[in-house]
Every structure is written in structure tokens, then in C-alpha cells.
């Protein structure tokens, strides 16, 4: 069974850096951020998504310029056998008004202290630091935010309603994934690297 991608929204804070990587920790690094523009931000945000692709052809023993990673990535999203392993597919700056900025992350086998890393990684690549002040989860696999229940609404009609949706947009979601499988196992990374000839 394929892991769900999911898509979280992680707002930054420029300037400060904390013991937890969080806003709750205890400050232990100051820096100017002044510096900072949104074309730096989208180009350290652009090196880091290239570097996790390139990653995950690595991880496979496959270049990145050859007809086998050609293959394996038309056939869709290529995910790690080992499911401790964070993936990053996507990563963007929705929002930016120093010392705040917002990004989103499409990802896979992240956990909170992976997302609150990136944060404080991509402070640092900025020449600043900065520390996470919010995460949230905006798309699990097929559902979005717009299919939670608010609690004014955790009543049996809307959660028999909610349920009926749910499964209606888990079959389509699984119709959508019949086709082949883009997960890297061990057998196949074998089969994809290029032979080596000999001149």
C-alpha cells in the first residue's frame, strides 16, 4: 500500500533561533534579517527541493540525467521503501513579510521535528536564523482542510454526512492510484542502474 503525500503550511519567524526550533523554546540566537528579500528565500527554497530530488535518485543508485530516472518518474511520485525516510516533493513561499513568512511543503515520512528543521536549515542558509511559529496540515492525501467537521458541527447528521463524503473521495482516490506503483524497492534499483560498458 502507497503512503499518503501530505501538504503542511509552516510559518517562519526571521531573526531569532530557539532551543526547540519552535516559538515556545527558549530563545538562544539573535540575527539581522534585514538582509532577506523574497528572491533569496525562493532561491534557498528552490536549492532545497532540488537537492531532496536529487536524493531520491541517489538513495536508488540512479542518475538523475539517465532514461531510468526518466522512467521512474513518469510513473509518478517515487516514494522510499523505508518508511522513516522524509521525502520532500515540494516546497514553496506563499507568504513573506519580514521577519514572517509562510511555506508550504508537500511531503512524505515527516514528522513535526523534521518540518521545524527546515525552518531553522533555511534560516541559516539565509545567512539568519529563524525559528518555526506554526504548522499545520492543509492536505492529507485526498482530503483538504475543507472536509474537517468544526466542532459546531460534530453532530450524527454531519458526521454520517462527513463519512459518506469521506469514502466517496477515497474511492476516487484509489481509482486514481491504479496505476503502477512508483515505489522504490530493493529489487528494482538492481534493474534500474545502467550497465557499465567498457571503451
Given amino acids: 500500500m502507497q503512503r499518503p503525500t501530505r501538504v503542511f503550511r ?8 530557539t532551543d526547540t ?6 530563545v538562544v540566537e539573535k540575527a539581522t534579517f534585514w538582509h532577506v528579500n523574497r528572491s533569496k528565500l525562493d532561491a534557498v527554497l528552490a536549492s532545497i527541493q532540488a537537492a531532496h530530488q536529487k536524493q531520491m535518485f541517489h538513495q536508488c543508485g540512479v542518475d538523475i540525467q ?30 513573506f513579510q519580514p521577519p514572517d513568512f509562510t511555506i ?21 542558509q539565509l545567512h539568519s536564523v529563524a525559528t518555526c511559529t506554526g504548522l499545520q496540515c492543509i492536505r492529507y492525501d485526498c482530503f483538504t482542510l475543507e472536509h474537517a467537521l468544526l466542532r459546531k458541527h460534530w453532530t450524527l447528521q ?25 515505489t522504490l524497492l530493493e529489487s528494482d534499483i538492481s534493474k534500474l542502474k545502467a550497465p557499465v560498458v567498457n571503451s
Fill in 104 to 124: 508550504e511543503v508537500q511531503c512524505i515520512n515527516e514528522h513535526e521535528m523534521y518540518l521545524r528543521t527546515l525552518i531553522h536549515d533555511t534560516g541559516i
Fill in 10 to 17: 509552516l510559518k517562519g519567524l526571521l531573526g531569532q533561533a
Fill in 66 to 95: 539517465s532514461q531510468a530516472a526518466y522512467e521512474l518518474a513518469v510513473q509518478g511520485l517515487i516514494k522510499p521503501e523505508n518508511s522513516k525516510i522524509p521525502l520532500l516533493y515540494g516546497i514553496k513561499c506563499v507568504h
Fill in 158 to 182: 454531519f458526521l454520517l454526512d462527513n463519512m459518506a463524503e469521506s469514502n466517496r473521495l477515497l474511492r476516487e482516490s484509489e481509482a486514481d492510484k491504479r496505476q503502477k506503483s512508483a
Fill in 21 to 26: 526550533y519552535f516559538s515556545d523554546g527558549k
